[in-house]
């Protein structure tokens, strides 16, 4: 028998994260995908600490639309407080989860808003 989704995603976790981490001159910009929401961080893996995060819980991004027209309004809201705390490049982390939909949605969304990865 085959491995689960999830214990799939996570091996493919695993062989990102032995490559992508974070600085404090580069961070790391980590996506989780729930069923229902999207979220965001960027984090510093050196001092350990989350510098920036944003999702589609957030007060300021109204959640009506697609989930995919969502993920890209948290990627630019991901990236102008990013820009705002003095963040332009980063290195992205797509927690395991294939570069399409609400992922490749969020990515763009954050290259649209500044961010340079």
Known sequence: ???????RRQRIKNRIRKIVGGT????????????KEIYAQII???DGKTLVAA????KDIKAEGTKSEVATLVGKSIAEKALKAGIETISFDRGGYLYHGRV???AEGAREGGLKF
């Open 1 to 7: 028998m085959g491995l689960s989704k999830t214990e």
């Open 24 to 35: 404090e001159a580069r961070p790391r910009l980590a996506v989780f995908r729930s069923n």
């Open 44 to 46: 510093n893996d050196v």
């Open 55 to 58: 999702s589609s819980r957030d």
């Open 104 to 106: 490749k949605s969020l």
